[in-house]
């Protein structure tokens, strides 16, 4: 098994080698239209394509985001095909994406993700969601807070409510409520190209202390 960063050149033609899993991978509310993804890809460059192959095989992929001026790198997606799941690889993938933002990202804070949060009617331990939030915690990831992070629906949809994780480069017990403010913001700009019609950084940021537990 390797991991290959794919060169910015290379990077927006190489996803659509990826795009059958992305389409298999995550619910319509949460994907983006491919060609903006290609698009960033192409033009920008703090988005990144990573890939899992096996021999000739691509059997996974992530697209990262290194928010320099932020000093944090957020890990847009990861996927891998449905026929290489369970067999380790996504905790293999995850674990050099975490050790490979302390490179990309000078003074890296930790990378920062999103999670489906855990419905009310799953209440057995062997639900998606609750499962998705274990591994993310075997891994070390810790969780904002009472902050209920809305993810945008680009297809006009409800915003879902998320949690907003992180995997520390080092011990951080906290973080101040205006840097959480600017990471959101920068997220919903940044990645969404959303400018926050619905107000959803208000309303998620509202009502939060000064400082923000990591949990």
Aim: charged residues 20%; contains cysteine.
């Amino acid at each position: 098994m390797e991991f290959v960063l794919i060169e910015k050149a290379k990077s927006s033609a190489y996803f659509k080698q990826v795009e059958r899993i992305y389409l298999d991978s995550f619910p319509i509310s949460q994907l983006r239209p491919t060609r903006m993804i290609t698009r960033m890809l192409a033009v920008d460059p703090n988005y990144h394509l990573f890939v899992a192959r096996q021999s000739d095989t691509i059997v996974g992929f992530t697209l990262v985001y290194s928010f320099n001026d932020l000093n944090i790198q957020f890990l847009d997606f990861m996927a891998i095909d449905k026929a290489y799941r369970n067999r380790g690889i996504g905790g293999k993938l995850f674990t050099h994406m975490v050790n490979i933002s302390k490179q990309i990202v000078m003074n890296s804070i930790g990378l920062i993700f999103e999670v489906e949060r855990e419905r009310t009617m799953e209440n057995n331990k062997n639900g998606c969601r609750h499962g998705r939030v274990l591994f993310y915690r075997r891994h070390g990831a810790k969780a904002f807070d009472n902050v209920h992070y809305m993810l945008p629906d680009l297809h006009g949809g409800k915003p879902e409510d998320m949690y907003l994780m992180i995997i520390p480069n080092w011990e951080l017990v906290y973080l101040e409520k205006g840097f959480v403010f600017q990471i959101i913001k920068s997220i919903y700009l940044t990645i969404y190209h959303y400018y926050d019609e619905l107000n959803l950084l208000e309303l998620t940021i509202k009502g939060l202390p000064p400082t923000i537990s990591l949990i």
